[in-house]
């Protein structure tokens, strides 16, 4: 079996730069197919398999970026989000937006290796599993870390957002 070699994306970059490991994975992306196919695809539950969500927060000063960590089978509670961030509201942030601020294309984003220094918050319940897949800045390619590198590597904040 031929073994893909890494791709050299900012992602792997980030992780590389920081010492921690990771596995990288691979699968056929499917547009639209979010995290059920790619943990289908490679045999992991799903709710190991983490999406990183770029949002928007509304304050006062305008609406500011920010990322969101959540186990592939959960929703985000954009108003507990809110709530938790002292943001007067959360939401989706565009396509566009999402390229402009992560400098990833959606389905491809990954939490490190951001073009912006983004803050970012995670599901608290994510930390807790000892091993999570996330993507690793390219579609079709996922890669598997401790998921104590969100707080070490990324200073991400625990939520409690889940629903």
């Not at 609406?63 to 959360?90: C, F, N, W, Y």
């Amino acid at each position: 079996m031929k073994t893909e070699p890494v791709p050299a994306t900012s992602a792997v970059r980030a992780l590389r730069a920081a010492g921690v490991p990771f596995a990288p994975r691979f699968y056929a992306y499917v547009e639209k197919g979010g995290t059920r196919h790619s943990a289908e695809a490679l045999g992991v539950p799903e709710h190991e398999v983490v999406k990183t969500l770029v949002m928007e927060g509304r304050r006062s000063a305008g609406p500011e970026p920010l990322l969101i960590l959540m186990h592939g089978d959960r929703e985000v509670s954009t108003k507990r989000l809110a709530r938790q961030i002292g943001a007067r509201e959360v939401a989706p942030a565009s396509p566009d937006a999402v390229e402009k601020h992560t400098g990833y294309v959606p389905g491809g984003v990954s939490p490190f290796g951001t073009r912006k220094r983004l803050p970012v918050y995670v599901e608290r319940s994510v930390l807790s599993l000892p091993r999570v897949l996330v993507n690793g800045g390219r579609r079709g390619f996922l890669v598997e870390v401790d998921p104590a590198a969100f707080a070490t590597v990324l200073g991400a904040i625990p939520v409690e957002v889940a629903i």
